[in-house]
């Protein structure tokens, strides 16, 4: 949808919202116990949440809020420090 959204230069709901009133089916984004475990799993080895959620056909944000719901702990993002003000401030500046 994103790919779409950017060459019809409209916003990417607009475009689910065109696709679903068309027909296009719903993705599956309800996730069951044991596909959050096994999700968790491979997080935890090392796979990212992008990563994962594209394994289980979700956002990688819908993958954080339901690992985060089953108490793992998320990482900082690659290459982020928390509490690192010199990279905060460069960014702002940005």
């Known amino acids: ?13 607009k475009v689910r919202k065109v696709l ?6 719903h993705p599956r984004t ?3 116990a044991a596909q959050i475990a096994d999700a968790a799993r491979m997080y ?4 990212s949440l992008a990563r ?8 990688a944000g819908t993958m954080r809020a339901r690992l985060l719901g089953a108490g793992v702990e998320i990482r900082p993002r690659a290459g982020w420090e928390h509490g690192d003000t010199e990279l905060t401030s460069s960014l702002r500046s940005a």
């Open 1 to 13: 949808m994103k790919v779409i959204a950017v060459d019809l230069q409209i916003d990417r709901r």
């Open 20 to 25: 679903y009133e068309a027909g296009a089916a």
């Open 30 to 32: 309800r996730l069951t």
């Open 44 to 47: 935890e080895e090392g796979a």
């Open 52 to 59: 994962v959620g594209e394994r289980f056909g979700v956002s």
